[in-house]
């Protein structure tokens, strides 16, 4: 008997606890942050450095914080070449 969810292919890399309910963004920052941007977001965090996110430049980067999870400074490091 095969088991189903063996046939899922590049799951077996991601930690996860609960890979089901996690869409790609949050498995990517679970992986690298060992947090999601989910859960970050909704402690106000960022997904980064842990730092509290509650302020931001302007709105594009507080609906960025909503897409990423990332703060200000962990924006502008990663959008600023
Ligand atoms: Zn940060």
Redesign the pocket.
Known sequence: MTNPTNLVRGEEMIPTSNPAGLNLRDRIALGIYGITASDAISQNV?V??K?S?MTFRDQLSGREYLISG??Q??QDAVFTN
């Open positions: 960022c980064a450095c730092a996110a990332l703060c400074t962990c």
